[in-house]
């Protein structure tokens, strides 16, 4: 019996101070902007899980940027022919305020979608930056399939945010342990 109640302890310790929630950005007001030597895309926005953030249209084909949960997805959707692009296509968002109150921690590669080359030795993507509201990441030039829509979907990393009552509920919990310990050492 003691060492369940050792056990359980331990795991109440080592488990309850890093309890914390998704980061989450819907309904946060933040800037967009898509750039090529200079922006030529940008807005400022609420970010919403039903809709892209920016959207750039051109020649029939559209660049979207869109933050979803603690998602950030850039799209290509380039119809018609195959797409190539260049070096140094900057995607940024700044004023982001997670609502947990965390900041940006880093930004992690989660999945790309559609057929990509990279065209060049140094792979698909520059620097990928963050400051603690706001990222942004830089395209290498590749190559992709024409009439597919091509899409790099990143995790934005958080810093932890412990819950404030995990103290009150440790204390509680290993005060319960000790009254059952007594009740059985009684009996």
Do not use: H, K
């Not at 331990?10 to 929630?21: G, Q, V």
């Not at 992709?144 to 412990?162: D, H, L, Q, Y």
Request: charged share 15%; with cysteine; glycine share 10%.
């Amino acid at each position: 019996m003691r060492w369940v109640l050792y056990t359980t302890a331990f795991c109440t310790c080592a488990i309850l101070p890093n309890l914390s929630t998704a980061a989450t950005f819907t309904g946060d007001d933040a800037s967009f902007e898509m750039s090529f030597l200079g922006p030529f895309a940008s807005t400022t926005t609420t970010i919403s899980d039903t809709a892209d953030e920016l959207v750039f249209t051109s020649g029939g084909g559209a660049l979207r940027m869109d933050i979803t949960g603690s998602e950030f997805s850039i799209f290509y959707d380039i119809p018609d022919s195959p797409i190539t692009t260049t070096d140094g296509l900057v995607f940024s968002v700044t004023g982001l305020d997670n609502l947990d109150g965390a900041p940006i921690t880093d930004l992690t590669l989660d999945r790309i979608s559609g057929q990509v080359v990279p065209t060049g030795p140094s792979g698909l993507f520059g620097p990928i930056t963050t400051t603690d509201d706001s990222l942004s990441v830089t395209m290498r030039g590749f190559e992709g399939a024409a009439n597919e829509t091509t899409s790099f979907t990143f995790n934005i990393v958080t810093a932890p945010v412990p819950l404030p009552a995990g103290a009150p509920l440790l204390a509680t919990g290993l005060g319960a342990f000790a009254m059952v310990r007594r009740y059985a050492n009684c009996g």
